[in-house]
Nanobody, 115 residues
């Protein structure tokens, strides 16, 4: 089993930035998928950013150029840097990691963008 703990959410104004962190309880070196999803009230969950070893990083069209996903194997952490936040980015953000031993989700962190 792998536990994922997200942090970094909060309330910000439009145009501001946040960095979300997803800390894993064990090494993430062998995970073959890492991604951030979000779900806004009344909407379906959507993939915001996803990465696979050696493969392209995929971003939701509406966040391209503003969000960046990255990983730090030594810290067992996946990040989502979010810049130029917009009200429509408001949602609960969750990380997902997948490996040969299973697929794991974090508990989610609320991001609210409002003036």
């Amino acid at each position: 089993q792998v536990q994922l703990v997200e942090s970094g959410g909060g309330l910000v104004q439009p145009g501001e930035s946040l960095r979300l962190s997803c800390a894993a309880s064990r090494s993430i070196f062998n995970f073959y998928f890492m991604g951030w999803y979000r779900q806004a009230p009344g909407k379906e969950r959507e993939l915001v950013a996803g990465m696979t070893p050696g493969g392209p990083i995929n971003y939701l069209d509406s966040v391209k150029g503003r969000f960046t996903i990255s990983r730090d194997n030594a810290k067992k952490t996946v990040y989502l840097q979010m810049n130029s936040l917009k009200p429509e980015d408001t949602a609960v953000y969750s990380c997902k990691l997948a490996s040969s031993i299973g697929t794991f989700w974090g508990q989610g962190t609320q991001v609210t963008v409002s003036s």
